[in-house]
Every structure is written in structure tokens, then in C-alpha cells.
């Protein structure tokens, strides 16, 4: 079992920067592939970014490529979605998940958070 709680999200101006955190409690979180993905109302939920077990490999979505950067940290069980140079696109409802394996599709994802919200005004 991993539970996971995101925080960092908030109301930031185009073009600003926003750094999102997700804790993991547990003791193998070192095995879980880590992913960020987002949501707004009346669609469906959608891949921003993941990162593989030894944070030596990721991937990211076309529409954040380049602007955000997710990384982990082993030792404190934490995972990092800085997101830079922020449109007013990117607002959503942030979550983070937990997976055995390297994928991008939600439903290969088995823990997943509470949600951050994240705004951006233009």
C-alpha cells in the first residue's frame, strides 16, 4: 500500500512558476514508477508526466514538454512536478499516482492522491 498526499498547487500568473510535491508513505517507494497527471471538470484525466523507479527516465506530455520537470527523491519518498513558464491551459486539478510499471495511462496507475489545485490566471 502507498498513500500518497500532493501539496504546492495555488494561483500563480501566466508565465510564473509553480513547484507541486507528492509525499509517499511507505517504505517501497523506490520500486513505484511516479506519475503527474491533471484534470479539469467535464474532462477526462490526463498525462503530464512520469518518472521511473531510479529517476534516471522520464517522460512528458507534448503540452508541457520543455516547461515542466518532474523528479524523486528515494531517501525522503518524494516526488517533484516544477512547473515553469505556467498558461492558463495548464489549470487543473493536479494529482499524483503510483504504478509497478512505466506507463502514462491512468489505468495502469494503482495509488493515487488527494489532488492539488492549480490555477492560472492570464
Known amino acids: 500500500q502507498v498513500q500518497l498526499v500532493e501539496s504546492g498547487g495555488g494561483l500563480v500568473q501566466a508565465g510564473g512558476s509553480l513547484r507541486l510535491s507528492c509525499a509517499a508513505s511507505g517504505r517501497t517507494f523506490s520500486v513505484y514508477t511516479m506519475g503527474w497527471f491533471r484534470q479539469t471538470p467535464g474532462k477526462e484525466r490526463e498525462f503530464v508526466a512520469v518518472i521511473e523507479m531510479s529517476g534516471a527516465i522520464t517522460s512528458y506530455a507534448d503540452s508541457v514538454k520543455g516547461r515542466f520537470t518532474i523528479s524523486r527523491d528515494n531517501a525522503q519518498n518524494l516526488v517533484y512536478l516544477q512547473m515553469n513558464s505556467l498558461k492558463p491551459e495548464d489549470t487543473a486539478v493536479y494529482y499524483c499516482?503510483?504504478?509497478?510499471?512505466?506507463?502514462?495511462?491512468?489505468?495502469?496507475?494503482?495509488?493515487w492522491g488527494q489532488g492539488t489545485q492549480v490555477t492560472v490566471s492570464s
Open positions: 499516482a503510483a504504478s509497478r510499471f512505466y506507463r502514462i495511462d491512468s489505468s495502469e496507475y494503482s495509488y
